[in-house]
């Protein structure tokens, strides 16, 4: 009876280490500080100018459930038990609507497209958007923006530092990324 002991015992250390507890994440939307606006006047909707945000792509290891972690220059990890509450392309296009609706006060800004057929079309690219060995978050990619029949192309890659570590701690650092990236897409398209 004593030889079972071990045995039962490492099973029930098995058992415990692969628990199967599983944890979701939403991207925060973050408050912006560095966005004034003036005044309370309305600009009647006929005479705002209108930014369509059509569509937010990911690269395709990007869209699966699971958060990204890259171990090293050419390995990466899905994870199985940190998973995106709804798909990332999905929160990543609700926030950026939000984010450039702050920054560019006076415009409609929309996940959805207006009558107006002068309105301005904004697509964007995420190539990455995942933790790094290192202690960082990447947020690279590129938006092409469509106005009055002529486009504008621009890439981004940004590397920010992670100050705790953890999947909350990522999570977190990469939505101040995406941030900071929509606040330089609206300089650029005002």
Known sequence: MMKWIPVV???????????????????????STSVAISGSSIIPQGE????????????DYLAGNGLVFQTNDVQYVLTQNNLWASPLDQQLQQSLVTYL??????????????NNAEQDVLNV??????????????????????????TIQRSFNLVLKQNEDGYDALVRTLAAGWQQEAGQIASQIK
């Open 9 to 31: 015992l490492a099973l029930f250390l098995t058992a415990c280490s692969s628990s199967d507890h599983k944890t979701y994440y939403q991207l925060p939307v973050l408050d």
């Open 48 to 59: 705002q100018r209108q930014l369509w945000v059509e569509h937010v792509s990911v690269a």
């Open 101 to 114: 609706g702050r920054a560019l006060p006076g415009r409609v800004v929309s996940s959805m497209p207006a």
């Open 125 to 150: 690219n995420v190539t990455g958007f995942h933790g790094r060995y290192d202690g960082s978050a990447l947020v690279t990619g590129s938006w092409v923006l469509t106005r009055n029949g002529q």
